[in-house]
């Protein structure tokens, strides 16, 4: 438990649900058994990032939020728990499809490169991006067979922008915190007005793709197209209320994303 902790288990446990996106009622015991599958690699995945990105931070990350900060965490328990999540990782993955393959593997270098090298994080704009090969391919790992059900790629363009849109109102948030790692941020180079009207237009794509899969566009448009777009734009720089609007935004997104799992 004390390692689940660690990884922050919390912030990720609503992930758990993307490799339903895979499962084919068609297929039977074959799909349940896939999507349990999906599931346990997409365990082993989100607690290998985070538990990376927890250690690979300690020295610059001083919230209370990472685990790993003033702990003297030895480098042969850490090295155990992350060989321990990809090995789970690579048996659980073995006898899946080639596609939840290649979605597993780019997930698992994404995490190694977003956190440790090149730590694509501290890069503007391509940190920000990467959170899609390490969150997005999730979708996949729980197919039944190589034909990808086409629904998914409704489903990834959906949950895609509005990650990304999560993700400035996340960097608004830890303004500070990357100042001081030496991490220079998507909102620090475009700015309050900058960042909302990427956020708007992140939004907006995600309310069209919801579009084609069936949900009436005008809630979700006054959500992500607009309201939250407009509080980054009037309080980008207040770093509480952004971690507190962060949070209520990905509240929203887990309704959203259930109405389209509903809808697909």
């Known amino acids: 438990m004390t390692w689940l902790r ?5 912030h990720w446990v609503h992930f758990l649900a993307l490799p339903l996106a895979g499962y084919d009622g068609r297929a039977g015991a074959s799909a349940v058994a896939a999507a349990a599958r999906g599931v346990i690699v997409a365990f082993a995945l989100l607690a290998f990032g985070y538990v990376l990105n927890g250690l690979a931070d300690r020295r610059m990350d001083r919230s ?3 685990h790993f900060v003033g702990d003297s965490v030895s480098a042969r328990g850490a090295f155990t728990v992350l060989a321990a999540l990809v090995s789970l990782v690579v048996l659980a993955s073995t006898p899946a499809p080639l596609p939840a393959r ?5 997930c698992l270098a994404s995490a190694v490169a977003y956190s440790v090298g090149p730590r694509l994080k501290r890069f503007p704009v391509v940190g920000s991006l990467a959170n899609l090969t390490n969150f997005v391919p999730l979708l996949w790992v729980g197919v039944v067979d190589a034909g990808e059900p086409r629904a998914i790629g409704v489903l990834a363009v959906a949950f895609g922008c509005l990650l990304l849109q999560n993700q400035l109102l996340h960097e608004a948030a830890d303004r500070g915190e990357d100042s001081a790692g030496g991490v220079r941020t998507t ?3 475009l700015g309050r007005e900058g960042s909302a009207t990427a956020a708007a237009a992140l939004g907006l794509l995600a309310v069209l793709a919801a579009w084609r899969a069936g949900i009436s566009p005008w809630l979700p448009a ?3 197209v607009a309201g939250f777009p407009l509080v980054l734009a009037r309080s980008g720089d207040d770093e509480r209320r952004m971690a507190h609007v ?3 935004h990905r509240a929203f997104s887990i309704v959203f994303g259930a109405a389209l799992f509903v809808v697909r």
């Open 222 to 224: 006054l959500v992500y």
């Open 187 to 189: 909102v620090m180079l």
């Open 102 to 106: 290649i979605a597993t593997a780019l």
């Open 64 to 66: 209370p939020k990472n």
């Open 246 to 248: 962060r949070v209520a």
């Open 6 to 10: 660690r990884s922050r288990f919390g």
